[in-house]
T-cell receptor
């Protein structure tokens, strides 16, 4: 099993602050995905990164795939209460592999 | 939003009883998945299907069976429910089961199952 370690596990910040969270592995992944899950709902895809070093932006969210394709980061600028939720990263080790999910990062943004 | 409906949304049952959860999709996607989500464990794959009557085991398949007789429906059965199967169960669908960046999964809203 290819493990994805997410950190920190919990994060509580004030509205307007910036934050960065991480998804790390000792294994190489062909691609990584980030999902956000709100209470009582299923995860929703935010982004997929496939190329080492790739950076993708989604409004105030910036996603980066590590050069060696073993890790990824999510940076949120000027966090808002609407960013509150569980952030999951998921990776496929190979072209024919099923997704493996990290345990998630619980983010709380206080007004 | 992807057309995925899970039923029931909540269920309370007793140890030893059979339970069937249903996932219905309107997207005509080939792949369907059942996950369970537990605190401290994240999302873990139970079973998946890559076509009608084509299924395979995931990471935590013991105690579960699945069936897919139609493209749109994927059933998860707990033959004899145990307290360790108390969890939130999610169904997901995808057009592709693999491929670099192509295994994008869309999730249902989940079923909260309590086994007493």
């Amino acid at each position: 099993t290819q493990l994805l370690e997410q950190s920190p596990q919990f994060l509580s910040i004030q509205e307007g602050e910036n934050l960065t969270v991480y998804c790390n592995s000792s294994s190489v992944f062909s691609s990584l995905q980030w999902y956000r899950q709100e209470p009582g709902e299923g995860p929703v895809l935010l982004v997929t990164v496939v190329t080492g070093g790739e950076v993708k932006k989604l409004k105030r969210l910036t996603f980066q795939f590590g050069d060696a394709r073993k890790d990824s980061s999510l940076h949120i600028t000027a966090a808002q209460p609407g960013d509150t939720g569980l952030y999951l990263c998921a990776g496929a080790p190979g072209a024919n592999s099923k997704l493996t999910f990290g345990k998630g990062i619980t983010l709380s943004v206080r007004p | 939003d992807a057309g995925i409906t899970q039923s029931p949304r909540h269920k309370v049952t007793e140890t030893g009883t059979p339970v069937t959860l249903r996932c219905h999709q309107t997207e005509n996607h080939r792949y369907m998945y059942w996950y369970r989500q537990d605190p401290g464990h994240g999302l873990r794959l139970i079973h998946y299907s890559y076509g009608v009557k084509d299924t395979d085991k995931g990471e935590v398949s013991d105690g579960y069976s699945v069936s897919r007789s139609k493209t749109e429906d994927f059933l998860l059965t707990l033959e004899s429910a145990t307290s360790s199967q108390t969890s939130v169960y999610f169904c997901a669908i995808s057009e592709s089961g693999s491929g670099k960046g192509k295994n994008i999964q869309y999730f249902g809203a989940g079923t909260r199952l309590s086994v007493l």
